[in-house]
């Protein structure tokens, strides 16, 4: 009966928390990802030294438009709004997103992004970076050692 009882408590508290403190409000929260890996399923690295930053970026890509190889040092994720993207890495690996699909970005490994289609593609990421230091690093300078 002990038993019964902690299991009990603890899902009643698990139920508790995940309504993030708006229990009854009539606020709807939904949670669009979590995770501990990438799209590609490598776990995410630790967060870097130095003074964090947080900068959010609403990016448009046009249509028929294919991005510069580029890799992201930090842990990056986003949530597509419009459209549809490619996102295809260096190793060939590709990944389809739709309009409302959210994604956590690979880190440090070279891919770009492709808008096929007719219409714009907009996409919001969230990066957890470095005060000062780049979000994004295209293939030319990816070899160049960030300061």
């Not at 990802?33 to 967060?47: C, D, F, I, Q, R």
């Not at 990056?76 to 389809?96: C, P």
């Not at 959210?102 to 440090?108: D, F, G, L, R, T």
């Amino acid at each position: 009966m002990k038993y019964f009882i902690v299991i009990f408590l603890a899902c009643v508290s698990i139920g508790h928390h995940d309504d993030h403190g708006f229990h009854d409000t009539g606020i709807e929260i939904k949670e669009l990802v979590k995770s501990t890996e990438s799209w590609n399923g490598k776990l995410l690295p630790a967060y870097p030294k130095g003074q964090p930053e947080v900068t959010i970026l609403k990016i448009t890509v046009p249509p028929k438009t294919k991005l510069a190889m580029h890799r992201h040092p930090y842990i990056n994720a986003g949530v597509l709004l419009k459209g549809e993207l490619n996102v295809v890495t260096d190793d060939h690996r590709k990944l389809k997103l739709k309009a409302g699909d959210s994604i956590v970005e690979i880190v440090n490994q070279l891919h770009f992004g492709e808008n096929a289609m007719d219409e714009p593609a907009e996409i919001i990421v969230f990066y957890a970076g470095v005060k000062d230091r780049p979000v994004t690093i295209k293939q030319e300078s990816a070899s160049v050692e960030e300061k």
